[in-house]
């Protein structure tokens, strides 16, 4: 079987702040890149999965950003294709609203945060904590959005279509100990009791890439 084709959609708009996409492109198994702020968009006929990455936008700056609509669109016909999809940060923020439902701006999260997972195919293997990077959270979830994972300060922190193969997490399960460095220089990083070695989060990444294997060689030709 041909390996499948997974789009990276890159959304980050703040050039100093690209590392995180990068980061996403390197863990996803031959990914394709799509630069979605400057005009590229996602071949639907060519995708077998879809990864929506973090950006330092807010999902309700349509008016400063017009591809963040587009962009909902595209959700939208992702779910009616039944498209396995996975949604990171702000990819989980826009998935959210795109189906209805609300995003918020509550201050910036920077560290390793413990997280309440559910039993879902998505986080096996994965423990926390987990990295957070950011000022924004899902308040209410879309519409046929499950909740599967709960924070302390996002109860909304990871959700489920319950028809379609798509997936959302708040963290960035991309970041590891590799980019420790590279995140403690660019924000103001809180420190507790946490280390970045026990951080399996890019697990999650695995697990997505195992769900649409299965998907795309259980698909007729």
């Known amino acids: 079987m041909a390996q499948p084709t ?24 031959g990914a394709e890149e799509v630069e979605y702020p400057t005009g590229d968009r996602v071949p639907l006929d060519q ?10 936008a807010g999902v309700y700056e ?9 962009q909902q669109a595209l959700v939208r016909e992702l779910v009616a294709r039944e498209i ?4 990171v940060c702000f990819g989980h923020q826009l998935i959210n609203a795109a189906l209805d439902g ?6 910036m999260t ?23 990077l950011h000022g924004d959270v899902v308040t209410d979830p879309g519409d046929d959005l499950a909740v599967i994972a709960s924070a302390p300060h996002a109860s909304v922190f990871a959700t489920r279509h319950r028809r379609a193969p798509l997936w959302t997490v ?27 070695a026990a951080v399996t989060a890019d697990r999650v990444l ?16």
Not at 6 to 29: C, F, K, M, P, Q
Not at 170 to 180: S, V
Not at 207 to 216: A, T
């Open 6 to 29: 997974i789009y990276v959609v890159r959304n980050e708009v703040l050039s100093g702040r690209r590392y995180h996409n990068d980061a996403l492109v390197a863990a996803i198994t």
């Open 47 to 56: 995708a077998d999965g879809v990864v929506l990455s973090g950006s330092s």
């Open 62 to 70: 349509v008016d400063r950003h017009g591809w963040i609509a587009d």
């Open 170 to 196: 708040q963290f960035h399960p991309e970041l590891t100990a590799k980019h420790e460095d590279r995140i403690r220089s660019d924000v103001d990083w809180e420190r507790n009791e946490h280390t970045f």
């Open 102 to 107: 609300t995003v918020e701006h509550i201050g």
């Open 110 to 132: 920077t560290a390793l945060v413990e997280a309440s997972l559910d039993a879902d195919p998505l986080f096996i293997g994965v423990n926390t904590p987990v990295v957070c």
């Open 206 to 221: 695995a697990n997505f890439e195992r769900v649409v294997k299965h998907r795309s060689s259980t698909l007729p030709e």
């Open 84 to 87: 396995p999809t996975l949604g």
